[in-house]
């Protein structure tokens, strides 16, 4: 089944630095195994960061999420605030 995964981030200024830094660590590394699509964009009418992946199971989400957290870690300075949501759900369809 299809997982649908969501990081909101308040924006807080329009810069993309850290995103920047950590996607191209991500990519520098294997593919991500089962991702169907990943967005990240402004959405200034809701006031946050998106972050929106769709990706084949939960258990390739849940494993490329542990990979990028060792990453933010490494990049992200401490006390950036952390997203004001975050959540997954099984999606009923999927058309590519």
């Not at 990240?40 to 009418?45: H, L, T, V």
């Not at 769709?54 to 542990?66: G, H, I, K, L």
Request: hydrophobic share 45%; proline share 6%; aromatic share 10%.
């Amino acid at each position: 089944m299809a997982i649908a995964f969501i990081q909101e981030f308040t924006i807080q200024d329009r810069s993309t630095a850290n995103y920047d830094a950590i996607s191209e660590r991500v990519r520098r590394g294997p593919p991500a195994e089962g991702l169907i699509i990943h967005t990240a964009g402004f959405d200034d009418d809701a006031g946050v960061f998106r972050v929106f992946d769709v990706w084949q199971t939960r258990e390739q989400a849940e494993a490329f999420e542990a990979r990028v957290m060792e990453i933010v870690a490494e990049i992200v300075p401490p006390g950036t605030p952390a997203p004001v949501r975050a959540a997954s759900y099984e999606l009923h369809d999927v058309v590519k």
